[in-house]
């Protein structure tokens, strides 16, 4: 069987801006004691084996050393309740990397998985600003970063991230996170987006 998904993706971590693990893919270390990073994906078409996951949304939550690549990462997925439990094992497999693709690259990086937890998830989009509210325990909101006397936003070409090799730099106005034991704001600090289009 093979699969397809597309759509909108951002990511808010407690880096300084700009993430120098993105920038560099992962040659240089993170700015903080610990790399602490929420990934949101919304499913604007998806089929996976079959099974019809377009219209949900899907969350990875991280916490890994500065140094990505040393691996241990702990890492949640969080994945919209409205989707059937047949939909939530499908899109579990391919977030998580079981099922190949772009994920399936960081799943040697995982030392311990947090959990997969089905949540009320909001994901929003308007011009520049991207929106995910999960439940009462995370609230972010992401604007895209224009210069000043510019009419489009910063972008960072060639990267190897899992979403995509151009990501548009952000910034994030609104960040509190608190799933699977771990609580963090991460207002004011890095913020990537981009669409995506994935397959195996």
């Not at 790399?35 to 899907?58: F, K, P, T, W």
Request: a negative charge; hydrophobic letters at 35%.
């Amino acid at each position: 069987m093979s699969w397809q998904v597309e759509g909108t993706y951002f990511e808010n971590c407690n880096c300084d801006f700009a993430c120098p693990c993105t920038v560099t893919t992962f040659a240089s270390p993170g700015t903080e004691d610990r790399c602490q990073v929420i990934l949101a994906y919304h499913i604007e078409r998806g089929n996976i084996d079959g099974v019809d996951v377009g219209g949900h949304s899907v969350a990875v939550v991280a916490d890994a050393p500065p140094q990505m690549l040393e691996g241990n990462w702990r890492v949640g997925l969080l994945i919209d309740d409205k989707a059937s439990k047949e939909q939530a094992d499908k899109l579990a497999g391919v977030f998580s990397g079981q099922m190949g693709g772009p994920m399936a690259a960081l799943a040697p990086l995982i030392g311990e998985v947090l959990g997969i937890e089905q949540k009320p998830i909001e994901f929003r989009e308007s011009g520049h600003k991207h929106h995910l509210r999960i439940g009462g325990d995370i609230d972010i909101e992401v604007e895209d970063f224009v210069p000043q006397g510019m009419s489009e936003a910063t972008k960072l070409v060639g990267v190897g991230h899992p979403s995509n090799t151009t990501l548009t730099v952000a910034r994030p106005t609104t960040s509190r996170i608190k799933a699977f034991g771990m609580e963090f704001h991460n207002s004011g600090k890095s913020a990537f987006s981009a669409p995506y289009r994935w397959n195996g």
